[in-house]
């Protein structure tokens, strides 16, 4: 089976092309605008920017799975979300059709859930309440891997993954949203060799005690987190949080605070550490 990792010098990526071949993956990694140099003899390497057919062409042909990190992940401007998250992100599921590719394993993310309070708990129907532009592309993300599942029968994984980042979590917010390397891999991993998934969405954390969601409820692929953010609470909890009484009440965090004038929801002062 080949599998393609777009995104492959990101954050995550640069987890997910170490791991992935140490469990025997036959892996294409693409990168963005910087030439990749492959890490072991058996890694395939490319780049380019993926609103280009051409690029994604070279990205897909010959795959089966597609793991797709690549796109602006953070807030920013509306015309970098549209032409990363949405025109690139289109370009791709365009590919996969041209190359038949099997599966897609789409990076969603909790900032489509941002705006729930941080003491609801979320299950895998919850509804959407994206935190701003770049929670609201996932939303449309998601979207399209639904579509193309319904309309093409390209099968579609969407991962909305919490605080990835190969550290133990650093503030009270991760203690929530924290999602371990291992549990990274297993999630990636499952997401590639489950079987007969059509579509499903999956909440990328590890089995924190504070979770926003309800991990009971299971998932389609058989992802099982086995760490913990709660390791590191006794710490945590030790330090000032970090965050404005904004961030502290929504469970994006900080990208709620981002160009926020809902004034009446403001929570009228700071309330105390760790809420
Ligand atoms: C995300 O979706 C971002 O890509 C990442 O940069 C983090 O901010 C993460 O969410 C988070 O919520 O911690």
């Known amino acids: 089976m080949k599998v393609a990792l777009s995104g492959a010098s990101g954050n995550v990526g640069r987890i997910l092309r170490v791991e992935l071949q140490r ?5 294409r990694s693409a990168g963005g605008m910087e030439p990749l140099t492959p890490l072991h003899d ?10 280009d057919p051409a690029v994604v062409d070279r990205m897909l042909a010959g795959v089966d799975v597609l793991v797709h990190m690549a796109g602006t992940s953070l807030e920013r401007s509306l015309q970098e979300i549209i032409e990363n998250n949405l025109v690139a992100l289109h370009q791709v599921y365009e590919g996969a059709r041209r190359h038949k590719v099997r599966r897609i394993v789409f990076a969603s993310s909790n900032h489509a859930f941002g705006m729930h309070a941080i003491d609801a708990r979320l299950g895998l129907n919850a509804e959407v309440r994206p935190d701003g532009l770049y929670g609201l592309s996932k939303v449309w ?18 991962l909305r993954i919490g605080t990835t980042m190969g550290r133990p979590p650093e503030n009270f917010r991760q203690l929530s949203t924290w999602m371990g390397t291992e549990d990274l891999v297993q999630l990636v991993m499952r997401s590639i060799q489950a079987n007969d998934v059509g579509y499903a969405a999956v909440w990328g954390i590890s089995a924190n ?3 926003y969601y309800d991990l009971k409820e299971g998932n389609a692929i058989g992802y099982a987190p086995t760490q913990n953010a709660e390791d590191w609470a006794s ?12 961030a502290q009440h929504f469970q994006g ?16 002062k700071a309330q105390g550490l760790h809420r």
């Open 235 to 246: 710490e945590i909890l030790a330090q000032p949080t970090p965050l404005d009484p904004i």
């Open 141 to 158: 993300g998601e979207a399209m891997a639904r579509m193309y599942w319904d309309k093409h029968g390209i099968e579609g994984i969407s």
């Open 253 to 268: 965090g900080p990208f709620v605070t981002i160009d926020y004038t809902q004034e009446q929801q403001r929570p009228s």
């Open 209 to 211: 005690t504070r979770a």
């Open 42 to 51: 058996g890694e395939e390497v490319m780049h380019g920017d993926l609103r």
């Open 23 to 27: 469990r025997g993956i036959d892996l």
